[in-house]
C-alpha cells in the first residue's frame, strides 16, 4: 500500500494505473490527488469546501469547488477512466443519483463509505437504544454531514438493482484489512470498485 | 530604465528588441484634466492592428512595464492584465499620483508572484491613457483621436498584448493573470490564442457583461457626456475637460466595487468633520455630511487627475461587449476547445458584480471542454475589490496555481 495514505485511500491509489485520467469526488484537501498526480494520473478534484479548494491549489492540483449533488452533471459522459467518491456517499442527498452521475463521468467508479452494519454500530443501537458515536462516525446525530447510513449489504443489494458490476471489494477494520466473509457485520469501513 | 536591463542581462542570447526604449512618453494633449506624463517602455507596433470594428488602426504604441528577468529559454513570463482604471504600474510607482504599484502586494520579490523568478509584464491596454493609443492620441491627421477612435473590444486589447509578447520574442506565457477586467483579457487570450500560455488565472471576473453590469457602466457614460465640458468628446486642448461628469461616472462604479457589508463596516451613518475641525453635522443642505459621501467624492475627484474621460468611455464600452461565448457560436465550452493550458478561477463572496456564479460558469465550461480547470470562492469582506487587498487565502491559491 502507499506510504502515508489512509488505507481506503491507499487501496484506491495502488490500483489506479500511471497515466488514467481521475475525479476524486469529494477530495478534501488533495492527499489522495497528490498521490495520484504524482504517480503520473491526470487527476481533478471536486471539493465542496472553499478552504481545502485553496490548499489543493496551492499544492498545485486542479480541483473545482462545487457538490456531488449538483456538478457532476457539469462533466461531459466518459471523461474519465475513475471517478473517485471516499467518505461522501453518505453525506449527498441523493447517493443513487450521484452513483449513477459518476458511472456516467467515469468508465468505473471507487465508492468507499463508512458500514453502518458493523457489529459496534448494531451494538450502540440495540444496547443502547441511541444512535453511534463511533471512531468512523464521530459526529453527534444532530451535527453529523452523513444523511444516508448505508450498511455493506445495502450497497451490495442497490448496485444489483440498478445493473451495476462490483468489479472489486475491500473491507477495512481499523487500518486492517479483513476477508469478505461477514463483512457487513465485521468490517467497519468498504471500498468498492463498481462499473456499468 | 534599470527593468530593461535586467531583462537584457537575464537574457544574453536575446536578439536586440525592437522597442523605443528606454522612454518618456510626455503625452502633448491635455487628459480630462491634465496631461498624463507615464515613464515606461514603450513599443510602436510594426503592424497595423486588425480590429474586431473591422479597422485596422496604425500605428499602436503600446506602453508597459516589466518586473524580474527572462530567461534564457524564454518560459519565465508571467503577463499580468489591468482592470478598467488600472495601468501598467503594477509593481512600481504611478508616475502622477506617486501612490506604489496597485498590485505591490502580489507582485515582487518572493511573492506569490515572484520576480525573482518570473519576467512579469504589465502593458497598458489598447484604449487606455498611460502610454497606450487610445483616444486622447494623436491621429495620422495630427489632432487627437477623441470620438473619432475606432470602439474596441477585449479581444482588441489581447491582440495588442500578443503585440508585445512578440516583439519581446516570448512564444508562450508561463501564465496571463487578471482581476476583473484583466481576467475577461487572462480569458480572451487563453481562448483566442491557446498557443501562447501555459496557464490563466482569473480573478473576480466574468466570460461577459450581464445587463446589470451594463446599465452601471451606461450611468457612468452618460455622465461623462452629459457634462457640457465633454464637448463630443473633443475636449483636448480646451481648457478642464469633463471633470465633474468622469467623477460622477467613477463615484457610481466605485459603489459596485465595495460590498454592501464593507462599506457599512468602513462609514455606517457616520458624519463627516469639516476641514477646519468643525465636528460633523446633519447641516440641512447638500454638502458632504456622511462620511461615504465625502469619500466618494474625493474618490471621483482624485480619479479625474489620472483618467481620461474617453478612455472611460472606450474601456467601459469594450467591457460591455465582452461575450466570450458569442464569439465563438454561442457556447462557452467552444471557446476553450483548442486550449491545452491549466486555469483557475477566484471569485469573492462579497463580489456582487462578477458575483460567484460567473466563475462557476466558466469552470464548469472549461470541464465541459476537458480543461485543467481549478476554481473557489473565497470568503472576503471586500466586495469586487477583494482581489487588490488583503485576501490571505489568494496570495496562496496565486503562489501555489502559478507553481
Known amino acids: 500500500m502507499s506510504g502515508a495514505l489512509r488505507p481506503d485511500l491507499a487501496i484506491i491509489a495502488d490500483r489506479v494505473g500511471a497515466g488514467a485520467r481521475v475525479l476524486d469526488v469529494g477530495c478534501g484537501d488533495g492527499v489522495l490527488l497528490g498521490a495520484l498526480h504524482d504517480k503520473g494520473c491526470d487527476a481533478r478534484g471536486l471539493e465542496l469546501d472553499a478552504h481545502n479548494v485553496a490548499e489543493c491549489v496551492a499544492r498545485g492540483l486542479s480541483v473545482i469547488q462545487g457538490d456531488a449533488d449538483a456538478d457532476l452533471a457539469f462533466y461531459p459522459d466518459g471523461s474519465f477512466d475513475y471517478a473517485i467518491l471516499s467518505q461522501t456517499l453518505q453525506t449527498t442527498k441523493r447517493p443513487d443519483k450521484v452513483l449513477d452521475e459518476l458511472l456516467r463521468v ?40 452523513n444523511i444516508h447510513h448505508l450498511t455493506i449489504n445495502d450497497f451490495r443489494a442497490h448496485v444489483e438493482d440498478r445493473g451495476i458490476v462490483v468489479e472489486g471489494a475491500w473491507f477495512l477494520t481499523g487500518d486492517q484489512l479483513t476477508g469478505a466473509s461477514a463483512a457487513n457485520f465485521r468490517a467497519e469501513h468498504a471500498v468498492f470498485l463498481i462499473s456499468r | 530604465m534599470h527593468r530593461q536591463k535586467e531583462m ?39 503592424e497595423p492592428l486588425s480590429l474586431d470594428g473591422g479597422q485596422r488602426l496604425e500605428n499602436v504604441r503600446v506602453a508597459f512595464e516589466t518586473y524580474g528577468a527572462l530567461n534564457a529559454d524564454r518560459s519565465n513570463a508571467i503577463l499580468v492584465c489591468h482592470a478598467l482604471t488600472g495601468d501598467q504600474y503594477l509593481a512600481s510607482p504611478h508616475p502622477i499620483t506617486g501612490k506604489p504599484g496597485w498590485w505591490l502586494r502580489m507582485v515582487g520579490p518572493g511573492k506569490p508572484i515572484d520576480t525573482d523568478r518570473y519576467f512579469v509584464i504589465c502593458a497598458n491596454v489598447l484604449g487606455s491613457c498611460l502610454g497606450t493609443t487610445g483616444p486622447a492620441s494623436t491621429a495620422p491627421d495630427g489632432a487627437p483621436w477623441a470620438m473619432r477612435f475606432p ?95 468622469l467623477a460622477v461616472a467613477r463615484m457610481a462604479a466605485h459603489i459596485t466595487y465595495l460590498s454592501e457589508e464593507g462599506m457599512h463596516e468602513k462609514f455606517g451613518r457616520n458624519l463627516q468633520d469639516r476641514p477646519d475641525g468643525t465636528p ?15 469619500y466618494l467624492r474625493h474618490q471621483g475627484l482624485s480619479f479625474t487627475d489620472r ?61 465541459a471542454a476537458g480543461c485543467r480547470v481549478s476554481f473557489m470562492e473565497l470568503s472576503a469582506p471586500f466586495g469586487h475589490d477583494s482581489f487588490l487587498l488583503d485576501v490571505p487565502a489568494l496570495d496562496r491559491v496565486v503562489r501555489g496555481f502559478l507553481g
Not at chain 2, 12 to 31: D, W
Not at chain 2, 203 to 224: K, L, M, P
Not at chain 2, 341 to 359: G, I, Q
Request: proline share 7%; charged share 20%.
Open chain 1, 106 to 145: 467515469g468508465r468505473r467508479a471507487f465508492v468507499s463509505f463508512p458500514n453502518f452494519g458493523h457489529w459496534r454500530v448494531r451494538a450502540s443501537l440495540l444496547w443502547n437504544g441511541r444512535m453511534p458515536v463511533t471512531r468512523l462516525l464521530p459526529v453527534a446525530w444532530y451535527e453529523t454531514p
Open chain 2, 151 to 245: 470602439v474596441i473590444t477585449i479581444r482588441d486589447m489581447v491582440r495588442g498584448h500578443v503585440a508585445l509578447l512578440d516583439a519581446l520574442g516570448i512564444a508562450r506565457l508561463h501564465a496571463v493573470v487578471g482581476g476583473s477586467m484583466g481576467g475577461m483579457q487572462a480569458l480572451s487570450l487563453a481562448a483566442n490564442f491557446p498557443d501562447r500560455t501555459d496557464a490563466a488565472l482569473v480573478i473576480a471576473s466574468t466570460a461577459r457583461h450581464s445587463a446589470q453590469n451594463i446599465a452601471f457602466h451606461e450611468v457612468g457614460r452618460q455622465a461623462i457626456m452629459a457634462d457640457p465640458k465633454w464637448q463630443d468628446g473633443d475636449y483636448y486642448g480646451h481648457g478642464k475637460g469633463p471633470d465633474k461628469g
Open chain 2, 8 to 46: 537584457r542581462g537575464g537574457c544574453p542570447c536575446a536578439p536586440p528588441l525592437p522597442l523605443t526604449c528606454p522612454v518618456i512618453v510626455t503625452n502633448p494633449h491635455p487628459m480630462a484634466t491634465a496631461p498624463l506624463p507615464a515613464a515606461s517602455q514603450v513599443l510602436d507596433l510594426p
Open chain 2, 280 to 294: 460633523g453635522a446633519k447641516t440641512f443642505g447638500f454638502d458632504a455630511d456622511f462620511q461615504v459621501e465625502s
Open chain 2, 307 to 367: 483618467f481620461d474621460a474617453n478612455s472611460y468611455l472606450y474601456i467601459t464600452r469594450a467591457m460591455d461587449y465582452f461575450d466570450l461565448a458569442e464569439e465563438h457560436g454561442g457556447r462557452l465550452a467552444d471557446a476553450f476547445a483548442a486550449s491545452k493550458a491549466r486555469f483557475c478561477l477566484v471569485s469573492f463572496d462579497t463580489d456582487w458584480l462578477y458575483p460567484t456564479a460567473e466563475s462557476r460558469g466558466i469552470a464548469h465550461a472549461l470541464n
